[in-house]
């Protein structure tokens, strides 16, 4: 993967988890202490975030650094991107809005369909 490549997709992924999070480009601008326009070219991949801000915007995003970074799959083995998909759904179950007990039902209900042979 190139350099503007990369750079494209972390800023895909910052867009990703702010919307997810309902989050303007203003208000993830003000938590990291940046204007608006920086938000919006790091998100399109124009403007290169230093590792420190990379680290900013995961704590303001509530997510980890390593989510921000795309995966290099062809060193990856299957199991250990199940093992990541799998704490990333359960990360944004934790970080809904819904009951206890929806929430437990929404965890395992995820744990069956990662791993349907660990029952």
């Known amino acids: 993967m190139d350099q503007t490549t990369l750079y494209a997709k972390v800023g895909q992924n910052i867009r990703s988890f702010r919307t997810r999070m309902d989050m303007s480009q203003g208000d993830l601008a003000l938590k990291i202490n940046l204007s608006r326009t920086s938000v919006v070219n790091i998100e399109q991949g124009r403007q290169h975030p230093s590792l420190y801000l ?21 060193n990856t083995s299957a199991s250990e991107l199940l093992s990541q998909t799998s704490k990333n759904i359960l990360q944004i179950i934790d970080r809904s809005a819904v009951s206890e007990s929806s929430l437990e039902k929404l965890k395992n209900l995820t744990q069956k369909i990662i791993a349907p042979d660990h029952e």
């Open 54 to 74: 990379l680290w900013q915007i995961s704590e303001a995003l509530k997510v980890s650094i390593f989510d921000l970074i795309p995966v290099n799959h062809a």
